[in-house]
């Protein structure tokens, strides 16, 4: 495997907390504690055009298939932008709770607030629908698992498994600290979660479903928390993004460290890497860092 660092993005005044894929391979999103949502286009490097300026930092977006970006704005709720013409379309005062992500579920909009808080939109008429509260510690990531059920990653260490009732099924200790990441194979039938612990683990559902919480495999990843993980599009292969700098690609299949990506060696993040997307437009894994920077990556 070889790792080519194809460009690096800059222009964000402070850290980098969210990326969210665009309509189009080549395109996606950033936004941070600047509050600026920047549209990017891997296609063009370093040709930025901020679509927004959020009040206050921003740690979750999302796009949906009209075209609208649903941006997370702590203490004020969710905006609306229509990227066509980045017109602010609605607003959805959600209170003032920091927003970790934003998962869409058929028409159904779920958004992850602190202090343990999951708040359920109705997609078209950004109404209220519900509001579950299963710990009093942030959810930091959602999942769409099958059968319309979500994942919950929690920062007091537990997964939590939600059925289309909104009812809790599953919930067991995952890590120690914070869930931070969670990603599910579909091929496999498992459950990635990496956290504050700096390791990843793998579940198989199928067993989880029987209450038996033990981790199929788990591997010490990284020296510091492990703040994101993402798939390759078609391999099965995986990226992780750490508070100590690195980026490392695995083997999804064994938990096999395959590359370590730094600053020593490829040029790599200067401070903690926040966020990930593996991007279908040639393979291209972008990441954003606590350095302001945007890093992309040609992964061979």
Known sequence: ?????????????????????????????????????????????????????????????????????????????????????????????????????????????????????????????????????????????????????????????????????????????AHEGSVFGLQYWENEEVLLSVGKDARIKKWKLKTIETANFQADSEVIAHMYSIHDLVFHPEQPLFASASMDKTIKIWDARDLTLLKVIDAARYGGHKNSVNKLIWTPFEDQLVSASDDKNISVWKIH
């Open 1 to 173: 495997m070889q790792i080519e660092r194809i460009d690096t993005f800059s222009g964000h005044r402070g850290p980098i907390y969210s990326l969210a894929s665009g309509e189009q391979a080549h395109e996606f999103y950033s936004a941070g504690s600047d509050g600026w949502v920047v549209q990017w286009n891997l296609q063009k490097p370093d040709v930025g055009k901020v679509v927004a300026q959020i009040n206050g930092s921003v740690y979750a977006m999302k796009q949906d298939q009209q075209g609208v970006l649903w941006v997370g704005q702590n203490f004020e709720g969710i905006h609306g932008i229509q990227l066509s013409n980045q017109d602010r379309i609605f607003s959805i005062a959600l209170g003032p709770n920091s927003i970790f992500d934003i998962l869409f579920n058929q028409k159904q909009v779920w958004v992850a607030h602190q202090d343990g808080l999951i708040t359920v939109l109705d997609f078209d008429s950004k109404q209220i629908i519900k509001h579950i509260k299963a710990s009093d510690k942030s959810v930091r990531t959602l999942r769409l698992l099958p059968n319309g059920r979500i994942a919950a990653a929690y920062s007091d260490g537990f997964i939590r498994i939600f059925n289309s009732k909104f009812d809790m099924e599953l919930a067991w200790k």
